[in-house]
């Protein structure tokens, strides 16, 4: 089994940064594919960034190309999200997930997620 807690979010003005954390626990986490995701109000939740488990691999959407970076410790069982240049329509709820298979988290049919924390960035 594994859990995973977010933490970083809040409340940033347009063109801030912010850096998400996402703490694991299990003996597996070198072992998983790990993402990012989010969801605005009224929007179904999407993906923003994916990482494969040793790190060698990463996947980003389109609208967050060039300014937010995935990256994972293996040692910390962590994973972050740093996020530069902030725009509010990255407002939104930010989701940790991880699956051993990475087609999961592809279609969103992970088995592991995080509680979510709170992205908001003012105009």
Do not use: H
Request: charge should be positive.
């Amino acid at each position: 089994q594994v859990q995973l807690v977010e933490s970083g979010g809040g409340l940033v003005q347009a063109g801030g940064s912010l850096r998400l954390s996402c703490a694991a626990s299990g003996s597996t986490f070198s072992r998983l594919n790990m993402g990012w995701f989010r969801q605005a109000p009224g929007k179904e939740r999407e993906f923003v960034a994916l990482i494969t488990p040793s790190g060698s691999a990463t996947y980003y959407l389109d609208s967050v190309k060039g300014r937010f970076t995935i990256s994972r410790d293996n040692a910390k069982t962590a994973m972050y999200l740093q996020m530069n240049s902030l725009k509010p329509e990255d407002t939104a709820v930010y989701y940790c997930g991880a699956d051993l298979l990475f087609r999961r988290l592809v279609v969103g049919t992970l088995d592991y997620w995080g509680q979510g924390t709170q992205v908001t960035v003012s105009s």
